[in-house]
């Protein structure tokens, strides 16, 4: 999953040239091969979390390729816990040997050794949401944390899964964790293009026949090394409904600050993505247009949940993809690039 920060442009050019030529397949492949996946191993793993009143998350972390040149058959995974406004409520550290798997539930967490001791301070985040990141990184033979070997990034090493749980309505989902990898360096987990991203599509069911809905949107950035997270500042959206005949509705601006949690539609209580005084009455997707806030080292992670009677389905947001932009990924493109 290395990616070369070159490749931009030429992921770039061939996400177009997909599209223009009505290849079928093509741009998921490319995008497939340029550092993130659902299904493979990555570097880092972005997950939400809910410990609020009435419900329960369990993040699942299998190292199932991850080893250490000096470690062996084995790495440790940095677990950071944020909160909706980009707090940093806990970190600690996990050991992974090859092919081992961890759940932790937020509410009764502890950092883990070699030999899936318990070390150092319960941890206890009842009462919060918000942003899990877990990263990868080589290890020693003691399976140190990463501070005491160098920060060395580990990549193509982890998969996960994430599972809510709400009571008060009796339904819960799980889905797949998103995996970012490496730049070719090594040294900074990157996240997919966003010179080439049009929008982000939410699917939903018939709002009328959900009974309960979470929208999780997170604002997610890349560093100058290191492992992405959260990142305060929003980013604005325009947003459109298309029901299930192509017919578009106008939908009020949404942001995505560091975390935000909201629903499909609004209710008494909470602020929808679907205002009340707006009638939607079919399936169909909830399409979000980046306006401002939304550069190239930016990112959006959404995922909706959705319970029609017993029954609880999630789905990450989709990317439609158009044409490239004028920003750093070509102002920066190597000059043979550009001859």
């Not at 793993?45 to 299998?62: C, H, N, Q, R, W």
């Not at 040149?69 to 995974?77: E, H, L, V, Y």
């Not at 990184?137 to 709400?166: M, P, Q, R």
Request: aromatic content about 8%; charged content about 15%; some cysteine.
């Amino acid at each position: 999953m290395k990616v070369k920060r070159e490749r931009r442009f030429l992921v770039a050019l061939g996400m177009v040239s997909a599209i223009v030529m009505g290849s079928a397949g093509t741009s998921s492949a490319i995008i497939g091969d340029d550092g993130f996946s659902h299904t493979q191993p990555g570097a880092e793993l972005i997950m939400p979390f809910d410990a609020t009143e009435g419900k329960g998350t369990f993040l699942l972390v299998s190292n199932i390729h991850g080893t250490s040149s000096s470690g062996g058959a084995q790495i440790t995974t940095h677990w950071t816990f944020w909160s909706e406004s980009c707090n940093e409520l806990a970190d600690f550290s996990i050991c992974l040997t090859l092919n081992d798997t961890v759940v932790v539930d937020p509410t009764n967490a502890r950092a883990l050794g070699a030999a899936n001791e318990e070390l150092g301070p319960l941890i206890n985040l009842t009462g919060k949401r918000g942003l899990v990141t877990v990263t990868a990184y080589e290890t020693n033979e003691a399976c140190a944390d990463f501070s005491h070997v160098g920060a060395v990034l580990a990549d193509d090493a982890i998969v996960g899964t994430f599972t809510f749980a709400d009571t008060s309505v009796g339904y819960a989902f799980g889905n797949d964790a998103f995996g970012l990898g490496l730049n070719d360096a090594g040294t900074a987990v990157v996240l997919p293009p966003s010179e080439i991203v049009d929008s982000f599509n939410i699917e939903i069911f018939d709002p009328t026949s959900v009974e309960s809905s979470v929208v999780v949107l997170s604002h997610l950035a890349e560093q100058s090394k290191g492992q992405v997270e959260p990142k305060a500042a929003p980013i604005r959206f325009a947003t459109t409904f298309y029901d299930n005949l192509e017919i578009p509705t106008s939908l009020p601006d949404q942001t995505a600050p560091c975390v935000k949690f909201t629903q499909v539609s609004s209710t008494d209580t909470v602020a929808g993505l679907i205002p009340a005084n707006v009638s939607v009455t079919t399936s169909g997707i909830i399409r979000l247009h980046p306006i401002s806030g939304f550069g190239p080292n930016d990112y959006l992670y959404s995922i909706v949940g959705q319970a029609v009677g017993q029954y609880g389905a999630s789905t990450s947001a989709k990317v439609k993809f158009g044409e490239p932009s004028a920003s750093r990924a070509f102002v920066d493109a190597p000059v043979s690039l550009l001859d």
